[in-house]
């Protein structure tokens, strides 16, 4: 089973870059979901929980492993490190 990978943006292109790298860099079994802070209430409520205090951030399987734009290097980094 992969793992769970929430990614916290506000719509900016910083935010979809992020969004595009960590795609392309998580496995096939692994799940992303994007929780756009400008669209959803739900989100924001998430992002509090989280104590999300930057965009974009990374969550991984319900713990904050990146907060800002995460270099390809980084990605990866957070990626090995599960």
Known sequence: MGHKF???????????TALR????A????CQVI?????????AV???KKYN???VPSIVVDG??????IP?????KEIISDI
């Not at 998580?26 to 079994?29: A, M």
């Not at 713990?63 to 800002?68: R, S, Y």
């Open 6 to 16: 929430e990614i916290f943006t506000a719509g900016c292109s910083l935010c979809q």
């Open 21 to 24: 790298q960590l795609k392309e």
């Open 26 to 29: 998580i496995c096939e079994k």
């Open 34 to 42: 994007e929780y756009n802070l400008n669209q959803s209430a739900d």
């Open 45 to 47: 409520v998430l992002a």
């Open 52 to 54: 999300i205090k930057a």
């Open 63 to 68: 713990e904050i492993k990146f907060e800002g």
């Open 71 to 75: 270099s390809h290097a980084e990605i």
